[in-house]
């Protein structure tokens, strides 16, 4: 069957810190990756997707950004932290029309 | 682009009450569309879906009906229950091979014994 990790589950960062989140996805190939980030009492925002090793697509500019060096390996970095960094991230995978599976998500907290 | 509109929030229930959320879409083409539900401090679960005009998604006594001449996806449950607390997100997804699923902004649902 086909598991997503995700971790750290929490994590509090000071600004200017790095930040690196990871999630692997296991027993499927070839999945399209995504990150969201929810903010704290707001909806879900996607951050980036990946149809493939390599392939990165940004939704929104911003202080962040992604890699995906393996096929079922996606993370999400920063070089320096902000405030408004602050959220709820949520990793994902899907192949197809048939809907996303999320990870169980990282708090993060910069101060 | 496209875009999902639910209804704000909080709605709060007396246990057993009928619930309706109410979500419409804005696409290009024929998105598969989704609810999913957050339960606190967790990540999200998909709930159910429908991927095409007229389909019924239903999952724990919850449906909802993809209503292309309205463009609606309406979650609807008979009975809710104290355990039902939780936030929804209403979602669809383009056909490109991306499959990017767009949210709405969600809507609590707090019911009371």
């Known amino acids: 069957s086909q598991t997503i990790h995700q971790w750290p589950a929490t994590l509090v960062q000071p600004v200017g810190s790095p930040l690196s989140l990871e999630c692997t996805v296991e027993?499927?190939?070839?999945?399209?990756l995504y990150w969201y980030r929810q903010a704290a009492g707001r909806g879900l925002q996607l951050l980036f997707y990946?149809?493939?090793?390599?392939?990165i697509s940004s939704e929104v500019p911003q202080n962040l950004s992604a890699s995906r060096p393996q096929d079922r390996q996606f993370i999400l970095s920063s070089k320096k932290l902000l405030l408004s960094d602050s959220g709820f991230y949520l990793c994902?995978?899907?192949?197809?029309?048939?809907?996303?599976?999320f990870g169980s998500g990282t708090r993060l907290t910069v101060v | 682009g496209n875009s999902v509109t639910q209804m704000e929030g909080p709605v709060t229930l007396s246990e057993e009450a009928f619930l309706t959320i109410n979500c419409t879409y804005t696409a290009t083409g024929y998105p598969s569309l989704f609810w999913y539900v957050q339960y606190p401090g967790e990540g999200l679960q998909l709930l159910l879906k429908?991927?095409?005009?007229?389909d019924k998604g239903s999952n724990k006594g919850f449906e909802a009906t993809y209503r292309k001449e309205t463009t609606s996806f309406h979650l609807e449950k008979g009975s809710v229950q104290v355990s039902d607390s939780a936030v929804y997100f209403c979602?669809?997804?383009?056909?490109?091979?991306?499959?990017?699923?767009?949210f709405g902004s969600g809507t609590r649902l707090l019911v009371r014994p």
């Open positions: 979602a669809l997804s383009g056909r490109d091979s991306s499959y990017k699923l767009i």
């Open positions: 994902a995978w899907n192949k197809g029309v048939g809907g996303y599976t």
């Open positions: 027993g499927t190939s070839n999945p399209n």
């Open positions: 429908a991927t095409k005009a007229d």
């Open positions: 990946s149809v493939g090793i390599g392939q």
